[in-house]
């Protein structure tokens, strides 16, 4: 092969690689008007450094991947394949599958808060499907006009960048671009290896924000949600969760609760045992009477610590509000308009009213007490313990039970309570965080208790501390589990959390 400067081979490589690079260039506008959807996902930075940070990277790290995406696969074609027609051609299909690929996985991180990744990928199906197929056709319309014009962009890229090559060639300007994207580039880079190092935490908290970029760890999750305590990390800056960011802002409830006239359900009471040996007495009396038809389920999840256990029983939320639910005296808004609860405690939650012909009476238990087992009830153990997090049990008479399998939270037994047993799904579904156990396909749930996040789905139990250590567990055997985080689920976990968090506090 003559490969010769004056060679016709050589010639045309020089110009498709010369073309090459401004079709490049034409892409890496586009591209960062695509991805500049990324940085609009997530809170913004706190500081000037970390606003600094996130432009030059934005800059810098889109770029290099347009590039490096040329490089691999048009930049090669041109060399076996040196036909301007042809390469153009192929060029303009190659970018608009990138620049499609793209755009799918910025709106994936827009609605789920992670990139496209085959752990997840039943859930960005379900989630495209939903927004193409199975919402209006406007959408599918939208959806192919966009695939069209992206077509057209890059067909009109390439033709006009061939066609003006000789005079493309004497503009000065790219120089001075891609110095500045090669200083972003090292500038973004020094800056997270210092950042790194001194936990400034507003710049780490980026990983992940672009494609292909550093991979998320437990601190930089924790922190872009605010849920990192990095003075308890390193007593270098407080994001701790307190009151400001758990702020809990009561939905608005549209649902009522209407009582069915021919309904023959009888109110429930729920006995909430703040001592472990007298529940443990009282459930061995109540299931050794066969007539009770009393049943245990043993695998209840909940928090060591006692009341926000039965927080998360009186309000069917995690405890992770209760602090700001305490500060606001906020009553539980599922019973507001329905008088449906009742509260029987002399401790944090006496501002609760009881209503007399509520439906679902929820009583904290210290000393022992005789329970009607013709009447429906559960009773739970939520006693104070050293554990953060511990598997305990309840026992019940109430048959939606029977079929529980998987880990049980307090919150879901309400939810369930509510939903099922009174026939008021509409009302637990805007008011609770929580999953009905008869009705689930599967155990998953979420809680944060004593500075700890707590995930789990079916067995598997996933505990993160403030300060970003974490530990996964199995919640049957007990046992350690080695293995990376499933961060898509955490950050799913963490959204389903701050549901009802105050904007501003978000």
Not at 68 to 79: D, H, K, Q
Not at 107 to 136: C, K, M, R
Not at 318 to 325: I, L, Q
Not at 344 to 355: K, R
């Amino acid at each position: 092969m003559n490969l010769t400067p004056h060679s016709p081979f050589s010639s045309k490589a020089s110009q498709l690689l010369s073309w090459g690079h401004w079709f490049t260039f034409a892409n890496i506008g586009l591209v960062l008007l695509i991805s500049s959807v990324y940085l609009f996902a997530d809170k913004a930075p706190s500081t000037f450094v970390g606003w600094f940070y996130m432009l030059i990277t934005w800059i810098s790290h889109t770029s290099f991947i347009t590039f490096c995406a040329f490089v691999l696969t048009i930049f090669p074609l041109s060399l076996i394949f040196p036909y301007p027609r042809h390469i153009r051609g192929m060029a303009a299909i190659i970018a608009s599958v990138g620049i499609v690929v793209l755009t799918v996985d910025a709106f994936v991180y827009l609605q789920l808060g992670y990139h496209i990744n085959p752990a997840s990928l039943s859930d960005i199906f379900v989630l495209l499907w939903e927004t193409l197929v199975g919402s209006s056709l406007v959408n599918l319309i939208i959806t192919i006009a966009m695939l069209g014009l992206v077509l057209t962009f890059e067909l009109l890229a390439g033709n006009y960048a061939w066609r003006h090559l000789a005079e493309l060639k004497s503009y000065k300007f790219p120089r001075y671009a891609t110095g500045t994207i090669v200083t972003c580039f090292a500038l973004s880079h020094s800056l997270h290896i210092w950042a790194d190092a001194n936990a400034f935490f507003d710049i780490t908290k980026q990983d992940n924000v672009l494609p292909l970029s550093y991979p998320t760890t437990a601190k930089s999750l924790l922190a872009r949600h605010d849920l990192l305590d990095i003075e308890q990390y390193e007593e270098a800056h407080s994001l701790s969760i307190g009151d400001t960011h758990s702020k809990y802002k009561a939905p608005v409830i549209s649902a009522v609760c209407k009582e069915k006239k021919d309904t023959t359900e009888q109110p429930i009471n729920v006995y909430a045992y703040t001592d472990e040996a007298l529940f443990q007495k009282t459930a061995t009396a109540l299931q050794s009477n066969v007539k009770n038809n009393v049943f245990r389920i043993d695998s209840v999840l909940r928090a060591g610590k006692s009341s926000d256990a039965l927080f998360s029983l009186i309000y069917g939320l995690p405890s992770y509000y209760k602090e700001s639910v305490l500060l606001q005296q906020q009553v539980p808004v599922w019973s507001i308009n329905n008088d449906l609860m009742g509260v029987n405690t002399n401790g944090e939650f006496s501002f609760v009213p009881s209503h007399q012909a509520s439906k679902l009476t929820i009583i904290e238990v210290s000393d022992e007490i005789d329970i009607d087992s013709s009447k429906p009830f559960v009773a739970i153990d939520i006693s104070a313990q050293q554990a953060t997090v511990l598997t305990s049990s309840a026992v019940t008479n109430i048959e939606l039970f029977a079929q529980a399998s998987g880990l049980v939270q307090p919150n879901d037994i309400t939810y369930t309570l509510l939903s099922s047993y009174l026939g008021c799904d509409p009302l637990a579904q805007q008011s609770m965080l929580a999953s009905n156990i008869k009705t689930r396909s599967h155990a998953e749930g979420v809680n944060f208790t004593q500075g700890v996040l707590v995930a789990f789905k079916k067995d598997k139990i996933t505990l993160v501390n403030q300060d970003g250590s974490f530990k996964q567990m199995s919640a049957k055997e007990g046992f350690v589990l080695n293995g990376s985080l499933d961060i898509p689920f955490l950050i799913q976990s963490i959204k389903t959390l701050k549901k009802f968090t105050a904007p501003e506090a978000q």
